[in-house]
């Protein structure tokens, strides 16, 4: 028997302007998990994209059982037993959660040339792959109809009826709650058992500890080495992978809330079971925290006041003048921006690139004879938001989805920053950013609140929450439920006791 399940030696991928891949190599033990990691830009995805198919290495060479393998796309890595859930989902959520959970590789039966989709077995089959991963969800449920996490659990369970020898998990848990967390592990840990090999990609130093045997630490597009994770401290770790230590993950908060600048009162959703009757203030210069669990209506009360979703009463009031606000532009007038938490569905505009993504929110402030765009100021804001947030990317025309997802995130930033709000609503800000790009991300919201910008931070980490809010608001099935304004009350359970007020 091989000494390793999957061997991957010499790898190099490059892009337009950026190597991203640097002679890379990674060796997996049999059914064991290996954690790979390092910051956003590593080259972690990139890797395992290689290993998978969707890139095709330009050096490099991949070893399964110890024979030589050849892998040109994601049907021969599937053909090989390595399958891959990926980071960003890529659903049709207007199709059943059985059709998603086989799309192209569909039961069929028939005679001869004359073949038609099982849709019997594959339900059935559907059904049953979802209680391996303890998901009671309906196969014939059309997938749009479940949450971000639930899509993920189903891609999960994708990977496991695929029965693959090797899988990559990377960033799986980025959008799950805690309980399906626990449940992933057990889906993980069961795996081992049965002696399958995982990747598991993740910046949450926590479950890498939890759930991992060994540990491979890249930093960019290099490999930096390869450690048993029981002998791997968190602090030794992070130094491994921003090459440097990082003693305060949080920085030191040099803002001084002001008068108030936005009120919030008797804000309900049009829908019962969403928010209802929430009133808060927020003032200038503060950083103030939304705390709770998942499905506490958080989102959704940031999405009715910036105006996605409907409200049936309530006012929005903006130094002290109430605004009507109907439409996502009627907020902005207002001067309030929003950060979404889904970066990849709703945040960034993937085909474009990062000048077209950051100009999009100031194309009507910078026009010619009213009509036509005047590039070269533009050009101007957008590279002093590249300095200023110190972006990485060879230029302005770089496409956004080849950057990392924390340089993505600064990109989101600078678009709103460019139209200078008076208040920024950041849902999940450093959700899938490693913990270098989220100290990046931290020092950014500090800044803006010292400037006098208001910051509203929706965070399900409670490090976070507790690490950069002034003041914290709790909610639970909707309703606020708590305010914590005192520093020495700001703990974990004072916020899970809020959180839990059913």
Request: glycine content about 10%; aromatic content about 6%; proline content about 3%.
């Amino acid at each position: 028997m091989a000494e390793y399940k999957l061997e991957l030696k010499g790898v190099c991928k490059s892009f337009p302007g950026v190597k991203a891949l640097d002679n890379v190599q990674l060796s997996l033990r049999p059914g064991t998990v290996h954690a790979l990691m390092g910051e956003n830009g590593a080259g972690k995805s990139t890797l395992m994209k290689c290993l998978f198919g969707i890139y095709k290495m330009d050096a490099g060479e991949i070893y399964l059982d110890g024979k030589k393998i050849e892998v040109g796309n994601p049907d021969e890595a599937m053909k090989h037993g390595i399958a891959m859930v990926h980071q960003e989902l890529q659903p049709i959520p207007a199709r059943s959660v059985g059709e998603n959970l086989y799309l192209g590789r569909f039961p069929t039966k028939g005679f001869g040339p004359i073949k038609m989709i099982d849709h019997k077995k594959m339900y059935a089959d559907t059904e049953k792959w979802l209680k391996e991963v303890k998901m009671d969800f309906d196969p014939k449920a059309l997938l749009g109809t479940l949450s971000i996490g639930q899509m993920q659990s189903v891609e999960i369970a994708k990977a496991v009826s695929q029965e693959a020898k090797v899988i990559i998990f990377d960033e799986p848990t980025s959008s799950l709650s805690d309980n399906e967390v626990e449940a992933l592990f057990r889906i993980m840990n069961d795996l081992r058992g049965k002696g399958v090999t995982m990747v598991y990609i993740s910046h949450k130093m926590d479950e890498i500890k939890r759930i991992a045997d060994d540990i491979t630490v890249m930093r960019d597009g290099t490999y930096i080495g390869t450690w048993p994770a029981a002998e791997m401290t968190t602090d030794q770790i992070i130094a491994k992978m921003v090459g440097r230590e990082l003693t305060n993950v949080y920085p030191p908060r040099t803002n001084t809330p002001g008068e108030v600048v936005m009120e919030v009162e008797g804000l309900s959703s049009i829908h019962e079971k969403s928010f209802q009757n929430v009133s808060f203030q927020l003032r200038k210069g503060e950083i103030l925290g939304f705390g709770g669990l998942v499905g506490a209506q958080r989102t959704e009360l940031m999405e009715g006041i910036f105006g996605i979703r409907g409200v049936a009463s309530g006012e929005v009031r903006m130094r002290g003048n109430a605004v009507r606000i109907k439409h996502p532009i009627d907020a902005m007038n207002a001067g309030i921006g929003l950060i979404t938490e889904d970066r990849r569905g709703n945040g960034i505009f993937g085909c474009l690139s990062i000048k077209e993504n950051v100009g999009v929110s100031i194309y009507n402030k910078f026009l010619k004879a009213g009509m036509i765009l005047d590039h070269k100021r533009i050009n101007g804001v957008v590279d002093d938001s590249i300095q200023k947030l110190s972006i990485k990317t060879p230029s302005m025309k770089e496409h956004i989805s080849n950057l990392s997802g924390g340089n993505q995130q600064k990109v989101i930033v600078s678009r709103w920053l460019a139209n200078d709000p008076d208040v920024l609503i950041m849902d999940e800000p450093t959700r899938g950013i490693d913990v270098g790009a989220k100290h990046e991300i931290y020092e950014i919201m500090v800044e803006l609140a010292k400037q006098g910008k208001a910051i509203i931070m929706i965070s399900s980490e409670m490090a976070e929450l507790l690490g950069m809010s002034d003041r914290i608001y709790v909610m639970c099935n909707g309703r606020l439920t708590g305010e914590i304004d005192k520093a020495e009350d700001m703990t974990q359970a004072n916020v899970m006791n809020y959180a839990t007020q059913f």
